[in-house]
């Protein structure tokens, strides 16, 4: 299972703009780092929510946090946070039996 830490590569690090730059010089490198952004959380989310319809689909009894031992307290809480947006948004589609079985097998997860 991949880490957090991959999913942010190092090669696409922006260096901060000097003092002295330009307005647009300046959003330009602004722009450059909401396009990275962008992209981080981009893959943060589909990752995860790959994972979270593993979690239900009903061939696969696998846990959320089942494989989860080598992230550290940022990456957990990253997920977390995610884990929380995912289950307001399938209560505003009215999925309400999904969020359930997820918050469910969340739980059941942390118990382990």
Known sequence: MKNLKVFFREDQEISEVPSGQS????QTHLDSIFMLLEENISTFV?????????????????????QREDEDEEQRRSREAFLKITLD????????????????????????
């Open 23 to 26: 307005a647009q010089q300046h």
């Open 46 to 66: 589909k990752n995860e929510l790959t994972k979270i319809q593993k979690v239900l689909s009903p061939d696969n009894p696998e846990c959320l946090e089942s």
């Open 89 to 112: 948004f399938l209560k505003r589609m009215k999925q309400d039996d999904l969020a359930d079985r997820l918050q469910s097998s969340k739980r059941i997860s942390l118990k382990i």
